[in-house]
T-cell receptor, first 109, second 117 residues
Framework: GQNIDQPTEMTATEGAIVQINCTYQTSGFNGLFWYQQHAGEAPTFLSY??LDGLEEKGRFSSFLSRSKGYSYLLLKELQMKDSASYLCAVTDSNYQLIWGAGTKLIIKP | DADVTQTPRNRITKTGKRIMLECSQT?????MYWYRQDPGLGLRLIYYSFDVKDINKGEISDGYSVSRQAQAKFSLSLESAIPNQTALYFC????????????????FGPGTRLTVL
């Protein structure tokens, strides 16, 4: 079956750095997305990786290793507004998005 | 601005009632999706459509039906609502050439919070 694993919840301090991991087992691979979702709101696009390596975009970076079925999202200089759920999703061989359950990130002052 | 909209935003109904949730998009995307989200379970796909009148079952289609009569509209129906269908419902759109990823990035509507008593 298809499976995406990410931690249920993480806590970090304002101004610090946090890494959210995602491991996946899917039928085929055509890219990995990270979305941010604030409570009760729609998910919004953060990043996309299809090749191995690190993609940096301001305070957020995303890394992919296809051979290991592994990705992480790195958030730097954490701000209170970064408190949200972070969803990992993989596009499979049929171009369907397979979603992880999300990681709830709690930022403390 | 191009957008994905959902109506209603909130709905409270009783067991056994028929409910329809509407989704409209101005993005010109061919693909549309309906998801439900329950606490701790992430997004689960109910139905999806790749074109007008194309309907495909997702992971949890039982108890739901959909209609795609126009490119811009995709409606979700609960023929006889039950309490375990209480959830947050999202519509999403995509196109194989859409978004910054250029590869099936999905754009979400604001969600419909449905409560079945």
């Amino acid at each position: 079956g298809q499976n995406i694993d990410q931690p249920t919840e993480m806590t970090a301090t304002e101004g610090a750095i946090v890494q959210i991991n995602c491991t996946y087992q899917t039928s085929g691979f055509n890219g990995l997305f990270w979305y941010q979702q604030h409570a009760g709101e729609a998910p919004t696009f953060l990043s996309y990786n299809v090749l191995d390596g690190l993609e940096e975009k301001g305070r957020f970076s995303s890394f992919l290793s296809r051979s290991k079925g592994y990705s992480y999202l790195l958030l730097k200089e954490l701000q209170m507004k970064d408190s949200a759920s972070y969803l990992c999703a993989v596009t499979d061989s049929n171009y369907q998005l397979i979603w992880g359950a999300g990681t709830k990130l709690i930022i403390k002052p | 601005d191009a957008d994905v909209t959902q109506t209603p935003r909130n709905r409270i109904t009783k067991t056994g009632k028929r409910i329809m949730l509407e989704c409209s998009q101005t993005k010109g995307h061919d693909r549309m999706y309906w998801y439900r989200q329950d606490p701790g379970l992430g997004l689960r796909l109910i139905y999806y459509s790749f074109d007008v009148k194309d309907i495909n079952k997702g992971e949890i289609s039982d108890g739901y039906s959909v209609s795609r009569q126009a490119q811009a509209k995709f409606s979700l129906s609960l023929e006889s609502a039950i309490p375990n269908q209480t959830a947050l419902y999202f519509c999403a759109t995509s196109d194989l050439t859409s978004g910054r990823a250029g590869n099936n990035e999905q754009f979400f509507g604001p969600g419909t919070r449905l409560t079945v008593l």
